[in-house]
Nanobody, 124 residues
């Protein structure tokens, strides 16, 4: 099992940009698809975006499409979520997760490894 640690979350204002990082340790990540999810208080965990294990394909939810961008650096075992034009509705705990082989998925239950999350708060 790979350990994941998210970082970069903080309090920002509407319209700001922020980059979240996810550091993997305990194994290599070349064979894993990577996804970002988020969860607001009282809400279900929500798919944000995903990137294939070779980094040649990305997908995003409609709510963040055009604003958020996922990238990965397999050499460093790091994954990133670049968030632009942030809105108060983006406020949530953000998680990175891994899915071995296959294609990317929108379902949290398809991902085997999770980080503890990092809080992003967007004020008006």
């Amino acid at each position: 099992q790979v350990q994941l640690v998210e970082s970069g979350g903080r309090l920002v204002q509407t319209g700001d940009s922020l980059r979240l990082s996810c550091k993997a340790s305990g194994g290599t990540v070349n064979n894993y698809n990577v996804a970002w999810f988020r969860q607001a208080p009282g809400k279900d965990r929500e798919f944000v975006g995903a990137i294939s294990y070779v980094g040649d394909y990305t997908r995003y939810s409609d709510s963040v499409n055009g604003r958020f961008f996922i990238s990965r650096d397999n050499r460093k075992n790091r994954f990133y979520l670049q968030m632009n034009s942030l809105k108060p509705e983006d406020t949530a705990v953000y998680y990175c997760a891994l899915k071995l082989f296959g294609q990317t998925s929108l379902r949290p239950e398809d991902y085997s490894d999770w980080g503890q999350g990092t809080q992003v708060t967007v004020s008006s």
